[in-house]
């Protein structure tokens, strides 16, 4: 009997510090703020007695760990002046150490694989910090405040006769076992991949508690692995039944009552460009010349905001997905297929609904007039970029001038943008020729050719003007109207400086007087390393020194297209921001006040979020479908560059069809070596034989593991 009490009692302690967590991350939102406890009650939405007693007990518990103050009876505070205590995101490295990203820090807070307590990659935790040895300052994690994810995907070992086992995961994403006890296996075999749910993580335990909710497959099998990334990233490849069934009864007919509304450009000359695979046709050009010889150039985006709305089923699972996730071998789409390869769809000879940015661009390509809203189009052809590349190449075949003078347009305001500080990296990018089976038969490079360059120019003027119109009044000055930029912060000037001396070394310079002249210097290094061995290093080194591109209601500009204001508006298939953005320009259209910015910054950092994930997902797929391909090629040497280097190793990459192994520093039998991290390399204590980011070496292919999605390379010669 008293054993059953005690069980009790830590199941209530162990309720109370999941709820101490959720107080904390409510009261965090709003530190400065004075809270009574039903106000705390209700902003985590416990609201009934027995929540309401659970809130009390635990408000007690956090003042007896000084986690909260009372400041008067019944009114409390988040307490900011425990000594040496930090709140930041976790970030787990290989050897299980950890480093804490706090706010207005510049450095991460060190932790040492022995003081991550229970933390799990990406959590939201508290730190003490201190100084360890004298050296810099170091920190041990007191409590996990917000869990990351609960959800991992592993290998089921199975303990025979035992009737449990335990979930390993993958190192980056769960540094320890899952304990998975009898009755929670949900059917797994040993060996099996599957997607396990931590339930509990008792204190002083080694391993938290699970339960198998999805069982993957064999692993390295193709099916098995594809579904493995994208459980491994929270990615659904299925529609619940209820949003397919909303998208299905989606009005699909054109209608009169609607067309009256809208400006129709059925009678325009219009087409797509699109890769030759596309399904889905977000974005038209319609041209047209007037009789004072300038060009009508409309831009046609797909109308998303017509059919999906706020509150309906398929708006709420579209902003949970925020981005299509393009794998190698398929698409994991943002909407229903019938909206994004049918109803929404631009495609020849139906008439669509669309929004639009329509210019007036002379010969010179000066817009001399603007015009945004909703239109009804009709495509008369769609082209693949090889199409229309036949055509800027030989100057034959239909839609010629159309095409032609698009491409001579689009030359001018490319050759605009570079002037006014865009970087033009124009790395290519790695596609695989796939079978019946989706197995790997070849690789090759997608090369961005004037065709591509032509549709890229026209989204980037109307994600530009479209941004600009909203934001900035007819005289020049800000509008502050709220809205989602797609924004892009100025380079590291630290990472800048490492990147000009190390450059130096080549022979190169670079001038960081001011933000122009590190654009020219950027966009000069990467011409003047075209064809050398050093090419991919440096432009590797050069992307390196960027911030990543994000969503922010905070228009301070993209730095990499040289642009003031800039939105994304021409992919709402595929892109939340995109349908926020068409939301928000027809609500200024029609006179709208601006909406509160607070709640956009919100939908923001989700998408930022969410892109994130598919970008990581594709990346790993990618990384699988390599790995696939080099696996019939064990035994075989290759000619590579080193393209990357760290303390236990470094990777090098096969140029010809991108795939990238690892050499192994203790695999390298000659001498010692050790990592400098100033010259990107690695060199051997008696011998001095070094190896060096951009290094062409010879290697052989050893090892192909599917599952870890990792070639391993040995050193022939160098």
């Known amino acids: 009997m008293a054993k059953k009490a005690k069980y009790i009692s830590d199941k209530n302690n162990h309720k109370l510090q999941e709820i101490g967590r959720m107080i904390l991350r409510f009261m965090n939102e709003k530190s400065g703020k004075i809270f009574n406890y039903k106000q705390i009650a209700d902003g985590i939405d416990y609201k009934n007695p027995r929540q309401r007693e659970l809130v009390i007990q635990s408000i007690h518990k956090l003042l007896s760990d000084k986690r909260i103050k009372e400041v008067e009876k019944g009114k409390y505070i988040i307490n900011l002046n425990i000594e040496g205590t930090l709140t930041g995101t976790i970030d787990f490295n290989q050897t299980g150490n950890a480093y804490v990203k706090v706010d207005g820090l510049d450095d991460d807070i060190f932790i040492h694989s022995k003081n991550v307590k229970d933390a799990l990659q990406g959590d939201t935790v508290l730190i003490v910090t201190y100084h360890f040895k004298g050296r810099k300052i170091e920190g041990s994690v007191l409590e996990v405040i917000e869990r990351k994810r609960e959800q991992f995907v592993g290998t089921f070992q199975f303990i025979k006769h035992k009737d449990f086992g335990f979930v390993v995961g993958d190192k980056k994403q769960i540094n320890t076992d899952i304990f998975v006890p009898k009755g929670k296996i949900g059917g797994a075999q040993d060996g099996d991949k599957v997607v396990v749910k931590m339930t509990d993580w008792k204190q002083g335990e080694k391993n938290p508690e699970g339960e198998i909710i999805q069982v993957l497959g064999v692993p390295g099998e193709h099916e098995t692995e594809i579904h493995s990334i994208l459980a491994q990233y929270g990615l659904p490849y299925e529609f619940p039944e209820e949003v397919e069934r909303e998208a299905a009864d989606l009005e699909r007919n054109i209608l009169e009552s609607e067309v009256a509304k809208r400006r129709d450009m059925r009678g325009i000359c219009t087409f797509t460009i699109d890769p030759k695979d596309a399904k889905d046709f977000d974005d038209a050009l319609s041209i047209q010349k007037l009789e004072n010889g300038n060009w009508e150039i409309g831009v046609h985006i797909a109308d998303v905001s017509h059919y999906v709305v706020p509150g309906t089923l398929v708006d709420d699972e579209a ?287 989700h998408c930022s979020g969410m892109e994130r994930l598919a970008s990581d997902a594709e990346r790993d797929s990618i990384k699988f479908m390599q790995v696939k391909f080099m696996e019939q090629h064990i035994g075989e040497e290759f000619t590579g560059v080193i393209s990357g280097v760290a303390d236990f190793g470094f990777w090098v990459q096969i140029p010809e069809n991108g795939a990238e192994g690892l050499i192994k520093l203790r695999d390298l039998m000659d001498d010692s070596y050790s990592y400098d991290a100033k010259t990107h390399s690695v060199q051997g204590s008696k011998t001095g034989n070094k190896f060096q980011l951009g290094d062409q070496v010879t290697i052989k292919v050893m090892k192909a593991n599917l599952i870890q999605k990792q070639l391993d390379f040995k050193i022939i010669s160098s």
């Open 319 to 605: 902003y949970r997905r925020a981005t299509s996730v393009y794998l190698v071998d398929r698409v994991v789409p943002m909407l229903p297929e019938v909206l994004s390869n049918d109803v929404c769809s631009l495609r020849p000879n139906e008439d669509k609904y669309t929004f639009s940015a329509v210019f007036e661009i002379n010969n010179n390509a000066e817009i001399k007039k603007e015009w945004f809203g909703r239109t009804v189009i009709r495509s008369d052809r769609k082209f693949a970029y090889e199409e229309a590349q036949e055509r800027i190449e030989t100057q034959e075949g239909d839609l010629l001038e159309e095409i032609m003078t698009l491409d001579r347009l689009a030359k001018i305001l490319r050759k605009q943008r570079i002037d006014n500080g865009a970087i033009t990296f124009d790395r290519s990018e790695v596609r695989f020729n796939l079978d019946e089976n989706g197995q790997p038969i070849g690789v090759y490079f997608k090369v961005s050719k004037d065709s591509n360059h032509l549709i890229e120019e026209f989204m980037l003027l109307a994600n530009r003007k479209v941004s600009e119109f909203v934001s900035l009044k007819k005289n020049g000055n800000p509008t502050d109207n709220t809205f989602i930029y797609r924004v892009h912060d100025d380079p590291d000037p630290v990472k800048l400086e490492a990147l000009r001396d190390f450059v130096g070394t080549f022979g190169y310079t670079m001038n960081l007087a001011n933000t122009k002249k590190v654009a020219e210097s950027l966009n000069k290094l990467l011409q003047d390393v075209k064809g050398k061995g050093e090419e991919n290093m440096i432009e590797t080194l050069a992307m390196r020194s960027m911030s990543k591109a994000i969503y922010s209601t905070d228009p301070i500009g993209h730095y990499g297209l040289g642009f003031d204001y800039y939105s994304h508006f021409t992919s709402p298939i595929r892109r939340y921001p995109d349908l926020i953005a068409h939301r928000l320009l027809q609500h200024y259209l029609d006179g709208g006040k601006s909406p509160n910015k607070q709640d956009y910054e919100v939908k923001c950092k």
